[in-house]
């Protein structure tokens, strides 16, 4: 289940006080019933650069795993998002993907990840394009990821035909089955280019929490640090369904539904 708060404020324009408010009562449900969320982590990548922003996705995968510890979310249903979107005529674009997708399995070695396929630099080329998802693939075999949901070589083309999602899954069995423990096999070079940028994004990552922790997240929102997309504190839609807790407010789904399904 698509559940993110951050995702609504920024691309459906939900305001961000009803959202974060909605988030929290959905996602108690949701770690009640034992059900995966999904967030959307890896739309920011199509607001704003793979490259540059890259440490935003997990600045905000951070976020996202304590909103769900808050709600009594058990790790294997995290489904944190994150993209293979990086620019394809970037030097080295694929050590970077990789490296980003390597992090993001140790950070969170229990979440069930959700890695999404490149989108934005798709131009209609499908020979192009195809390659471009096996290399999206072989970064997701080679990583671990979880959760995963497969490029069209006819993307920016038009809706998927029935032959597209099937070259699509052929394209995904091959590298899956080719490479399935690629990533037990292979250690990466000390202090090489794929230690160093996840050591930056990393760091980077860290410094923005530590502005969201100073400034708060509503702040940083409307400051446009997340995915390159300002929002208002008292904008976008459903504000005027919040209100402050009375002093006889009572729910009494949350303490019963934050003891987790039984």
């Keep these: 289940m698509l559940n993110d708060a951050i995702y609504g404020i920024l691309f459906r324009d939900i305001n961000m006080q009803r959202t974060i408010v909605d988030q929290f009562m959905s996602r108690v449900i949701i770690g009640y019933c034992g059900i995966i969320f999904n967030s959307g982590e890896d739309n920011y990548l199509t607001t704003d650069d793979a490259y540059e922003a890259a440490h935003t996705v997990t600045a905000s995968q951070f976020i996202n795993e304590q909103f769900a510890v808050l709600a009594n ?41 959700k890695y999404m396929p490149p989108t934005k630099f798709m131009t209609g080329n499908i020979y192009k394009g195809h390659i471009q998802d096996a290399l999206f693939n072989l970064v997701a075999v080679w990583s671990g990821q979880s959760l995963q ?88 839609k459903g504000l005027e369904g919040v209100c402050v807790k009375d002093d006889q407010y009572f729910n009494p789904f949350i303490p019963l539904m934050l003891g987790g399904a039984e």
């Design 73 to 113: 979310i058990q790790e294997w249903q995290m489904g944190l998002g994150h993209a293979f979107e990086m620019d394809p005529d970037i030097e080295n674009g694929f050590l970077y993907e990789l490296a980003q997708a390597v992090m993001a399995r140790e950070i969170f070695p229990n979440a069930s990840l």
């Design 149 to 236: 949901l497969l490029g069209m070589l006819t993307e920016a083309v038009h809706t998927p035909h029935m032959q597209d999602r099937y070259l699509s899954i052929e394209n995904a069995n091959y590298i899956f089955n080719n490479c399935r423990d690629l990533g037990e096999e292979v250690e990466f070079k000390e202090g090489g280019i794929i230690q160093q940028r996840a050591q930056t994004v990393l760091a980077k990552a860290d410094a923005l929490l530590a502005e969201v922790e100073k400034e708060g997240l509503f702040s940083t929102i409307e400051q446009g640090k997340f995915g390159g997309v300002k929002r208002p504190r008292d904008g976008g």
